[in-house]
C-alpha cells in the first residue's frame, strides 16, 4: 500500500486548508485511516482517525470542532479538512493507515505511512 499526502501550504491563521491523502494498492474501504501531524522536537501526535468501516472517528482534543477527517470511496481519497486553522497547527502532516478496524491513536498502530505535507500557519 502506498499512501500520497498532498495539499499543503502556507495560510493565514483563521484560514481553512483541505489536505489529502490517496491510496494505491489497496482501496481505503478496508483500511482505518489516520492522519497525525509532527513539529521539530517533539512526538509525532494524532490528529483524527477514521475506522476502517467509516463508522466511527476520532479527533485530538486541540482540534475538535476544526477538523474534519472524511473519506471518498470512488476517489480513494481520505481528506482532513482543517478550519479556523492557528499558528501552533504548523506541523508536517502525515497520513496513516491500518488493516485494523479502529487502530490505536499511537504510531505504532499503524502499517502504511505516506510522507509528509508541510502546513504552516501564519500569525
Known amino acids: 500500500v502506498q499512501l500520497q499526502a498532498s495539499g499543503g501550504g502556507l495560510v493565514q491563521a483563521g484560514d481553512s486548508l483541505r489536505l489529502s491523502c490517496a491510496a494505491s494498492g489497496r482501496t481505503f474501504s478496508s483500511l482505518a485511516t489516520g492522519w497525525f501531524r509532527q513539529v521539530p522536537g517533539k512526538e509525532r501526535e494524532i490528529v483524527a482517525r477514521?475506522?476502517?468501516?467509516?463508522?466511527?472517528?476520532y479527533y485530538g482534543d486541540s482540534v475538535k470542532g476544526r477538523f474534519t477527517i472524511s473519506r471518498d470511496s470512488a476517489k480513494n481519497t481520505v481528506y482532513l479538512e482543517m478550519t479556523s486553522l492557528r499558528p501552533e497547527d504548523t506541523a508536517v502532516y502525515y497520513c496513516a493507515a491500518d488493516r485494523s478496524e479502529v487502530p490505536t491513536t499511537l504510531e505504532r498502530g499503524y502499517e502504511y505511512w505516506g510522507q509528509g505535507t508541510l502546513v504552516t500557519v501564519s500569525s
Open positions: 477514521i475506522s476502517r468501516s467509516g463508522r466511527i472517528t
